[in-house]
């Protein structure tokens, strides 16, 4: 038990350094990410417009505010002006953004005389066939000032920067790279947990692939990698499908989280709340197709805020209850918190928008997928101890169910069925098969002078006694009141009578040691038959018995044989 337990405690010290681990080699990605990007060289002004036309001049009195290259204004139902400076800018540079949702944007270049529309990019400069999923503009030379509009139903967030195609280049293969890494991680997952499934029929599993494929399809849409793939789709049907996969994940974790728990059946308030959510998440699939995203928005906003507190609450209380795997649990919910925490507050404009609102929530996706899946590991390897412990239990208690409660021996089921199985052994190799029984003498008078406690040491001392002389694989039984019968296998009757010859010498010369003090010296008399071909379990009891009353007869204290079947007409 202490090796499986050392076991046990290294592979979840194992788990949890490979989540360090991929946590780790995340963050350094993002951060190398970052921090290869070029210095700022863009200046932004946030004006006081709200026109669908640019307005006529974007002196110092339009403007609201200053803004550093990063930008998050929250969400905004009117269109958005900005004047942008970008200093020493050349010729073929591209003006990207780092939000692929923030799609309603219009570029113009600003002169002395007038303000041009700048033409947006859709593909790669040296290769047309590859379009690009981040907003971005072909910077025209020898202009430095321009107006920026943006209208979406997306929360206005985004930082700039101004790249060159070879810098593009090694941005876009930084972004495919850490999205290959989320999505091969998403897809090992699922393959693994897929053959699960099929092995071990648990529900649990598919709830847990239905979770992360609502969450592969969300970073999908959120990272433009859809509209990149199938561009007739457009803006619309992907912020369609975006909001349409945060209720998937819901519905699917809060399905995942019950069965888990066991909530139906150990936390039903908590299980009917979170049923109750499973409705109007339903419903916001409807209303993510139908309504504009900006309203939307608002909408899950709220029922994502919902369904995270009953994620944290039902953990806490399966923890509570002494439930292991919901620490497992717990953790991954809380890493969630934290991502879409920051999701929401830079959705609302609270705080800056940087790598780690940007890139947060698909990070702690990452973690919180590794901590479920070692989360249902624990929960199969705590069933897994829980079906042993039980079949060990079922198999004590069936132990138990065959032997006598007074001696600790054997008791007459047991007798029942293992004397035809020994028999049936013995007829098939031919093996001889002998039985004794046995019984204290006088042991009426004993009880009447001694009391039945004494009575029942007594027939405890005879079993101590007979266990001491017999082998391990020679099983003792009670067969009633003060009667044993010893079944031997592989002995004939002269082994036999030795071993009954011993027991009934050792009860002779071993005192019975009585709660007044007294010392009593008990004796027993014996009967051995051995089995004879083509004999029944019930006539070789038969012949034992026999010989067993033929011993009282004859004075008692002695073994006697039955060297030969008799008829059960036959007398003693």
Known sequence: M???????????DRRLWLVLLVAVVSLAW???????RPPPNVTMWVLDHTDELPPPNSSESMVQRRLEEQVSLGLRAHPVWMRVVIHNVQAGQRLVFSNPLVQGIELFGCTANDCRPVRRAVHFADNEGIAVALPQFVLPGGVSEYLLKVVTNQAIRFDLSVLDDAQLHHHWRQLLLGQGLYFGLIAGLAAYNSLLLFSLRDSNYLWYLGFLSGSGLYFLSQNGLLMMLFPP???RLNEALLLSSLSVISIFGIQFCRRFLRTPYQDPWVDRLMRWLCWPLCVAIAVAWLLPSFLTVVIYSVLGTLVLAAFLVSSLRGLWRGFRPAQWLLMAWSVLVVGVSLLLLVTYGIIPHNVWT??????????????LSLALADRISLLQHERETLLEEKARLHGMSYLDGLTGVHNRRYLDEALPAAIAQAEASEHPLSLIMLDIDNFKRFNDGWGHAEGDRALQHLGTVIEDVVRDVDPVCRYGGEEFVILLKERDEHQAMEVAERIRHGLASTPLLLHSGESVLLTCTLGVARRQRGESASDLLRRADQALYRGKYAGRDRVVL???AVSAGDTP
Not at 2 to 12: D, F, L
Not at 30 to 36: D, H, I, K, P, V
């Open 233 to 235: 789709m457009g803006a």
């Open 562 to 564: 039955n060297a030969s």
């Open 2 to 12: 202490q090796s499986r337990g050392t076991g046990a405690a290294i592979g979840r």
């Open 30 to 36: 993002e951060l190398a990410s970052e921090a290869s």
């Open 358 to 371: 940007l890139h947060g929530f698909q990070m702690g996706s990452g973690l919180e997928a590794i901590l």
